[in-house]
């Protein structure tokens, strides 16, 4: 089992910016990719940005050039600098790690809100 606890997220106003903050501990030596995802009101659950053990990186188009997600190995932690941000980020940020049999993991959702 991992456990994962996300932190960052509240209300800022457009043009902001915010860092989430997602640990992993259990069996935190065996993830293999970690990254984030998002769902907004009354839309699906969608990529934002992946990172992998070795740093290669994935991010959705919308987040490019906005959004860097970085990670700390040493201390099982995932990272997503986001800058600025508009109203359609608005959405609970969930953390999902993929281990390297292929399991994966969700945190509990940090919500982001964008409003002036």
Do not use: I
């Not at 996300?6 to 209300?11: I, V």
Request: charged fraction near 15%.
């Amino acid at each position: 089992q991992v456990q994962l606890v996300e932190s960052g997220g509240g209300l800022v106003q457009p043009g902001g910016s915010l860092r989430l903050s997602c640990a992993a501990s259990g069996r935190a030596s065996s993830v293999y990719s970690m990254g984030w995802y998002r769902q907004g009101p009354g839309k699906q659950r969608e990529l934002v940005a992946t990172v992998t053990t070795n740093g290669e990186t994935n991010y959705a188009d919308a987040v490019k050039g906005r959004c860097t997600v970085s990670r700390d190995n040493a201390k099982s932690t995932v990272y997503l600098q986001m800058n600025s941000l508009k109203p359609e980020d608005t959405s609970v940020y969930y953390c999902r790690v993929v281990m390297y049999g292929g399991s994966l993991y969700w945190g509990q959702g940090t919500q982001v809100a964008v409003s002036a």
